[in-house]
């Protein structure tokens, strides 16, 4: 799995031609929100949902709205990042990736390890809050924000947040049933969707990484491996608080140390145009998400499990 | 053939502003446009292509076939979506048939 | 299943920017239409062709023939279309739509409800014969018809006949070992992509809707509805004269009551160039097969197998 | 660079008629077009998109250039299929190279 | 609203061929530009369409707008690429805002 | 299998739209590479390097230097083409089609035939030295080449052999272990995906039957028969010398005899582009792929069995 990523990034610093058409990239992403949602919902159905779902939403909030603090102050102090720029770098950080999501799940599971199955939901509450905060360091700074209701309307009913509730609400409603009727096309084909789906991404992450030299600094690398450390650990304390499994554990980890690089770039461009957008997209797609993917994700496994106990 | 004088204008633009510039344009009155897929390009901010990408990346391409008299209208509702972002805006004297239409 | 359309429709009625790459959704249609048509093929070789596949062809044409006629005069009675869009309409719901058909087969075969393999065949019959008969009825009104060699061509080998009656003829040829070969694509994952397939019908319907407001007259409404009830009547009646199963029979009143919504569009548009394509498609699309989808294949379903008994 | 005066016809027509335009066009004498997708677009019929659709729906632009002489008889071919449809055309003065081709 | 004159220059070009186009221009200077997809056309090597291709095969779009002295450095670097390949060049006049862009 | 090419031939000669969406048949063969990689890589794995693997390898990439210079021997016999064309020509038969590859992979697990795994990579060894072959010949004839280090380089990262090389070595790394989770994807829907890919070539190649009427003389079309018979015996030959199993005999056949019409075509664009692309393309999908299909592949895998024996 990982692999397939490896192979992307190699394919695409080396200049090879190979590309997935762009249809295709988000057919496979909506086949992912549509299993991974409709998956969290039927185990829902299925255990019922314990006191912690609204802790976990609570604590999935609050950290989407407070992490941009944190990336803000390390950008203002480790870079030379303007206001704007820094901001627009901390709305990534405080929001989420679903895919780096998707993946830590299917790491879980092929350890065996259960998870609560709504932290989908979870993951769906965490894209917007980080963007709020973004807006609200420019405006302090005096720089002009583009924020109306329209926009607020396009972040919280974009796409794959209303995907990813709505095949959980789907699967929470079917349940079991529902899985047993489609279960050979949302759980079966679900590695190796998964599988090209990464290659497609090392190949745009290693584009991304190819065109940017020169437009990242070194301090700037740094922060995109730090800062995914420092989202772990705080998504760790949130989860230990509300007391998570050590796999729902591990996702609250994910969720923090994992940076958006489709719904917040989108909003940014709108928001905060003056931006440069490849700042933020080199980092959250060039080196967070690789990080996580290869260093991150086994290390909030083991973590989680080492300090909540198997 | 009978032709007229129009203008075309072509507006380059980010994605995720298409639906408000489409909406001003709408308001300024004009009901008539054409978008166009863009697979890449490059300009002040950097090279880029749509391959591969999920969201709502890139820029489309907006053709705007008006009567002369009508382009300052249009021009200013434009302008007025398009100013802090990037992207190019081009005017170009045409000829159309069926006049009627525009 | 269904509630993937309905969470299309709510997506898209509540202007969420969630959407299919359109070659995603071609490609969908595609292998929908593929696995059909084979397994329909398959079941043929299995039970061979009993006498009532050329009863069933024939009443499936006679159908689309004379289906039109009746929708032009509702439609001239209840509503203020001109004879040319109303025709055009009438051409619409002679016709069939394949989606529902395929929702219906796999309603169907979820309650173990056995059907008669040709009716693939009847379906693809059923596309075209409605054509004539609406353009008979605009020449009798005085307007120009476009109607040329070419044009039939276009209809008689469009897309998705050609798909049907070849995989279908696949399916015959191959049977059960066939079958044996590529069920894991044709079976397996059927179900899930339908899913997904009606998610976007979902989408394309609600944005139907919503740019509809205003074209579409309450009068035009109401047929959207009673028109496909009349239908499944008409159909029913002709399965019962031919003798069909009561999955048959629930297959022949869902294809009578369903409206074209790709076929028949792109003939109009060459053919009737001044009729309004909006308000075919909006009813077709946005009333009839939402009606179809929700109340309209359970009820088939029931009342088929009420009269003809299981 | 040495350039020669040309039109540039840009026809936006509904895809279903694509080929009776294109069979009109090469009837006519006119083999150089290039035809680019079109995402979707408004006029007089309304506002339409290409997402998520399955059919023969939606609009294509077809492109040609050709020596200003002919014009007159592209545009007659033109219209003879355009005439009773949804779309519209517009004819632009541009320069080519390589003059031999057209 | 000001407008400058400047020069669209489209250039229809095999894709195999694109990376080298553009990194011509690049090196001409020419740093801003857009390419759209093409789904087919004709030409004296005959028709051809996108559909179903998997490979490199098909043309795309290139278009640029310049300062018209930059007009002569752009068409030299892309002839250079363009030269012994099929596919069209041609340069329209037109008007641009924000001319401290291009 | 055959029958969906059969009928993908068919609708478009008949000149029905049925068509597939480019990015959907590049996603298609994209997973076809992928899967045929990666299973390749497993069974690696799985067996080991046998010592032939170099040899293979070898004796692949000599068959891909010296094919060329047979067919453009041939071609400048029995047909007007120039020295250009047919050089242009000889470069595709050279190299290797990697949908017939796949197809007879196919063909020999529907007869239980086992294989060596490495036989992909010797199909991906085979893509690019036919070109230098076919270049060397146009450069001797005095006409000028294109040929830099920039195309050497595109040559060889070009998308299907990195995928292809990639897939096998992420299936080599992760043996049965990767296959056990990702089965369901790369093996159960393979025939499925290959059948509505070869739906799509069969399209693609009656289209451009139907558009060569004039650019093919007889002569080329009997080239187009001939040479694959002429390939399968010089790669028989070789798989004799080497020592390969009757499964990798066929497989070694099937590549000598089949022509690309991905890697070389996008080439020689690049490299002769005053050469007519439409003959090439024309005899390697029109003429020769057909063939290889129909009774190619059966005739090598029958042939390769008699002669090296169950
Ligand atoms: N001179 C130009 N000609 C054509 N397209 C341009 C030009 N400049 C910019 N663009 C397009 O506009 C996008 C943004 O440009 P910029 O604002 O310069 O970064 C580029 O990626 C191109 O797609
Ligand atoms: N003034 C215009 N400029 C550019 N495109 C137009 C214009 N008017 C119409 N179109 C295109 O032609 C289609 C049909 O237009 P209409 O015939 O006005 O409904 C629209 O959906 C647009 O794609
Ligand atoms: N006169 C023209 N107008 C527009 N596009 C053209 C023209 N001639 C050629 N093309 C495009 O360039 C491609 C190659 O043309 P050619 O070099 O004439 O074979 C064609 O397939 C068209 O896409
Ligand atoms: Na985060
Ligand atoms: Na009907
Ligand atoms: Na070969």
């Known amino acids: 799995m990982i692999l397939s990523f490896v ?49 976990a939403m609570a604590g999935g909030i609050a950290l989407s709205f407070l992490l941009p603090f944190l990336a ?71 720089a002009g924000v583009r924020m109306d209701a329209r926009l607020w309307h396009e972040i919280l009913l974009n796409g794959s947040i209303v995907l990813l509730v709505g095949a959980f609400l789907i699967g929470a409603v079917t349940g079991e049933a529902g899985m047993d009727r489609i279960s ?54 949130v989860a230990l608080i509300i007391g998570l499994s ?7 980890m994910t969720l923090a140390a994992s940076a958006s690089y489709i719904a917040v770039p989108a ?14 997209l080199t980092l959250s797609l060039g080196i967070t998400f690789p990080f996580n993917l290869t260093v991150g994700i086994p290390t909030y496994v083991a973590v989680a499990t080492a300090i909540i106990g198997g | 053939m009978q032709t007229h004088a129009a203008k075309r204008v072509e507006i380059i633009i980010e994605a995720p502003m298409e639906s408000r510039l489409t909406d001003a344009l ?24 749509r391959e591969g990408q999920v969201g709502r990346a890139g820029m489309v391409a907006v053709i705007c076939l008006i009567r002369p008299d009508r382009l300052d209208a249009l021009l200013d509702a434009a302008f007025g979506v398009v100013e802090r972002h990037i992207g190019v805006v081009s005017v170009t004297d045409t000829q159309v048939v069926r006049a009627e239409r525009f």
Chains 1, 3, 6 share one sequence.
Request: with cysteine; glycine share 14%; aromatic share 6%.
């Open chain 1, 184 to 237: 050979a096309f949302v759980v079966a084909p679900f590695q190796g969707v998964l599988c090209l789906f990464l290659l497609d991404m090392g190949l745009v992450a290693g584009r991304g990484l190819r065109d940017a030299r020169g437009v990242i600094s070194l301090g700037a690398v740094v922060f995109g491996v730090v800062m995914p450390i420092l989202g772990a650990v705080a998504g760790l304390a």
């Open chain 1, 7 to 55: 192979l992307g990034l190699f394919a695409s610093i080396a200049r090879s031609e190979l590309s997935v058409p762009e249809a295709a990239a988000k057919m496979m992403s909506l086949y992912l929100l549509f299993a991974i949602g409709f998956k969290g919902g039927v185990a829902v159905a299925g255990h019922g949902i314990d006191g912690h779902l609204l802790a």
């Open chain 2, 26 to 49: 709408e308001n300024a009155g004009v009901t008539g446009f054409t978008v166009l897929p863009v697979l890449g390009g490059s300009g002040r901010s950097g090279r880029w292509t």
């Open chain 1, 72 to 142: 803000f102050a390390l950008l203002r102090m480790s870079t030379g990042l303007s206001a704007l720029d820094a901001a627009a770098v901390a709305a990534h950080y405080g929001s989420i990736s679903i895919v780096t999501f998707v993946t830590a799940t299917s790491v879980l599971s092929a350890q065996g390890i259960a998870s609560e199955g709504y932290m989908v939901a979870v993951a769906a509450a965490m894209e917007a809050p980080a963007i709020v905060s973004a807006l609200w360091l420019v405006a302090r700074s005096g």
């Open chain 1, 246 to 252: 050590p796999g729902g554990a591990a996702l609250m």
């Open chain 1, 267 to 280: 909003a940014m461009r709108v928001a905060l145009p003056e931006a440069n957008p490849s700042i933020s």
